[in-house]
């Protein structure tokens, strides 16, 4: 028997292609656990997809908060969405020239909302026991087929660490952050860690620092400048916000 079930679920903003105002881009679902112990496993769109929207997941309903009880609060549909190593990666249009599109548009850009979730019915499920489980009750389940309804726009969503980093968008006063891929993510940490021994050296807490004033000043400056070129070449990985 299928499975009636509304899933929240995470999403990224990453840089949009020149699609015109509203588009925005990220992830509306991922591989990975989510707070109510839901695993969707790659594939589980496929067949979905491939025989509700083309192949190319474009026509997908983008609603505001999964309310259906109002047309206006149809905001969009999707340009695109397929599966990767990560999930669901999906590339959305909000309707700008509608209220509640507009508004929506307006919260993405501005970092308000940045998360996304997905409606649906699950079709194929497993219950998966955790590694070392100590009763049948310890484990997950695991979402193998779906049929997609809609994506809705959330300001709540069961992974916390999902954030908007980018929306298309042609206001000049919008300063746009840039995505956080793998690459960047390594660097980011090496700034941390850049970072935490100027501080060490700062409080002069830190034992491998020598006792020599004059060394002390030009260690630090030369991390300092270390941690400088790495957050310039991330470009401030910021949400979206309005210049002063």
């Known amino acids: 028997m299928a499975n009636n079930t509304i899933s929240r679920m995470p999403f990224e903003v990453k840089a949009a292609p020149d699609q015109g105002e509203g588009v925005f881009t990220g992830y509306a679902s991922t591989w990975d656990k989510d707070l109510m112990d839901d695993v969707v496993v790659k594939g589980a769109y496929a067949d979905c997809l491939a025989d509700d929207f083309g192949g190319t997941g474009a026509g997908i309903p983008i609603y505001w908060n999964h309310d259906y009880s109002s047309p206006m609060n149809l905001i969009g549909e999707s340009l695109s969405a397929v599966e990767d190593e990560k999930g669901l990666a999906f590339t959305g249009k909000l309707d700008i020239d509608s209220p509640e599109g507009k508004r929506a548009y307006e919260h993405l850009k501005s970092g308000r909302v940045h998360q996304m979730s997905i409606g649906y019915i699950a079709q194929e499920t497993a219950w998966v026991e955790n590694e070392g489980a100590k009763d049948r009750w310890d484990g997950h389940r695991e979402i193998r087929k779906m049929k997609l309804f809609e994506v809705s726009l959330v300001t709540v969503a069961a992974n916390q660490g999902a954030e908007v980093t980018e929306v298309k968008a042609t206001d000049p006063e919008v300063k746009k952050g840039r995505s956080i891929s793998s690459a960047n993510e390594e660097k980011i940490r090496a700034a941390h860690d850049a970072l935490g021994e100027i501080l060490k050296a700062i409080d002069g807490d830190s034992n491998d ?36």
């Open 209 to 244: 620092e020598p006792d020599d004033a004059d060394e002390k000043s030009a260690i630090r400056a030369t991390r300092a400048a270390e941690f400088k070129k790495i957050a310039e070449e991330i470009g401030g990985a910021t949400t979206s916000k309005k210049e002063d």
